[in-house]
């Protein structure tokens, strides 16, 4: 394994960055994007911009579905996943890691953020409102009264 070199992270955190902002300003809800990126620790990113979610203040929160590879040999990536929220201006707020792909939300409907699954391991539809705030920490129902929580990481991006 190769030894850690803060400048090659630095530059791998503000790739990511920017590839984000791109599908934020394209504004083009539930589209796909994928990026390849080449001699990085990520190898791959997959982003999906969800919608909006308007507070009660009348705020909007813009969120993003956000999977990336990562791995130093391209047969060994590690998939992650994260629900990115950012302002109206774009500014991240902060994110939810949810590890798995098969965690992430499905969408924003009625302001809403909306998690579903229906596979042979979880069967329910998990609806979160960021209306007032947004939660320091989510309860995302699998099966009955079984589920996975995750907590916000509140970002001071400048």
């Given amino acids: 394994m190769a030894p850690f070199d ?4 630095h530059g791998h955190t503000e ?4 590839c984000r902002l791109l599908v ?3 504004n083009e809800k539930k589209k796909k994007f ?12 997959n982003i999906e911009y969800l919608g909006n979610i308007i507070t009660l203040k009348g705020d909007t929160i813009k969120a993003i579905n956000s999977i990336s590879f990562s791995g130093e040999l391209k047969d060994s990536n590690k998939a992650n996943a994260n629900v990115f929220l950012y302002s109206n ?12 792909i098969n965690s992430l939300p499905n969408g924003v409907e009625n302001n809403l953020l909306v998690f579903e699954y229906n596979d042979e391991i979880c069967n329910k539809k998990t609806l979160i ?3 007032d705030s947004i939660p320091s920490k989510i309860f995302i129902l699998c099966k009955e009264d079984q ?7 509140k970002c001071d991006e400048k």
Avoid: P
């Fill in 147 to 153: 589920g996975d929580i995750y907590l916000f990481k």
């Fill in 89 to 100: 201006m774009n500014k991240k707020v902060g994110y939810y890691y949810v590890g798995s």
């Fill in 15 to 18: 790739i990511l960055k920017k």
């Fill in 24 to 26: 934020l300003n394209q």
């Fill in 6 to 9: 803060r400048n090659r992270w």
């Fill in 129 to 131: 409102s960021l209306k």
């Fill in 34 to 45: 994928v990026f390849e990126i080449k001699d990085s620790i990520v190898t791959k990113l």
